[in-house]
């Protein structure tokens, strides 16, 4: 419960920021960067769920730059993005090195081969690559391993969502802009990504919470389910933070 706790309050920390990064960080970027340091501090995991173009890869590539372990970095993503995060560290945090293993196959299982399970470099992969290349990731164990757009392991019986699991790493997380794009089960598979069991399997999410919650989304085991994983989805939408912006224009306009 304590670690729990410690989530819970994640915006009481204190945290400094490369000066590059700083200044084009909003307070509720700041607040989501607080919140994937706590869980990783307290070795959780969890789902950061912003809206689109709220700002989620700064606010990882800032997460990533307090990363205290001298281990590696795996991020998944759509092969459409690989090379954008490449791009967007050399522009946030160019001290970090930053490796795609995108490309042919010999290309990819060279650049596999160099990762040092002691050394903090960001690898870069897509699902499909990841998915393929799954063998050749035995024996290599990363600090934090991303997925990006996780809607995309939504089935769990697909081979990319089962590829994933099966990575070593110590913490985890997900990024998504749509969590839930259709049914609770889309959601469950990305729990079951981040802390498998803790929903249990899928008989037992779908009988315990998907179907009584379909046919009454007011039921109590929509509350319960809510209080069980609100820790570990952190959601702002554009609505949220306009306001929030509003009102903080308006408190400094007040001051002066």
């Known amino acids: 419960m304590g670690a729990i ?16 990064i700083e200044a084009s960080l909003r307070e509720y970027q700041k607040d989501g960067i607080k919140w994937m340091l706590s869980l ?4 959780l995991d969890g789902i950061l769920a912003d809206d689109m173009g709220l700002g989620k890869t700064l606010e990882t590539i800032a997460f990533i730059s307090k990363v205290d372990k001298n281990m590696p970095i795996l991020i998944a993503c759509p092969t459409s993005v690989v090379y954008n995060w490449a791009r967007e ?6 001290s970090q090195r930053c490796v795609t293993i995108e490309g042919n196959k010999e290309y990819r299982t060279t650049r596999i081969a160099g990762i040092s399970n002691n ?10 690559s990841l998915r393929n290349d799954l063998s050749l990731y035995e024996g290599k164990s990363f600090s934090v391993f991303i997925i990006d757009e996780a809607q995309y392991i939504k089935n769990a019986l697909a081979l990319k969502a089962k590829a994933v699991k099966k990575i070593s790493c110590l913490n985890r997380f997900a990024l998504t802009g749509t969590p839930l794009e259709n049914r609770l089960s889309d959601l469950w598979s990305i729990f079951d990504f981040l802390m498998p069991g803790y929903l249990g399997d899928y008989d037992e999410f779908r009988t315990e919470f998907e179907q009584p919650i379909t046919e009454d989304p007011h039921c109590e085991k929509q509350k319960e389910l809510l ?27 007040n001051s002066l």
Do not use: A, G, H
Request: include cysteine; hydrophobic fraction near 30%; aromatic fraction near 14%.
């Open 40 to 43: 990783y501090n307290n070795n």
């Open 5 to 20: 706790k410690n989530v819970i309050n994640y915006k009481n920390q204190n945290i400094e920021f490369d000066s590059r």
């Open 227 to 253: 209080l069980r994983i609100t820790p570990f989805i952190l959601r702002r939408t554009k609505n949220e933070v306009l306001k929030s912006f509003i009102l903080e224009s308006d408190s400094t306009c």
């Open 89 to 94: 560290f050399k522009m946030w945090n160019p």
């Open 119 to 128: 050394d903090k470099t960001v690898y870069v992969t897509s699902y499909d």
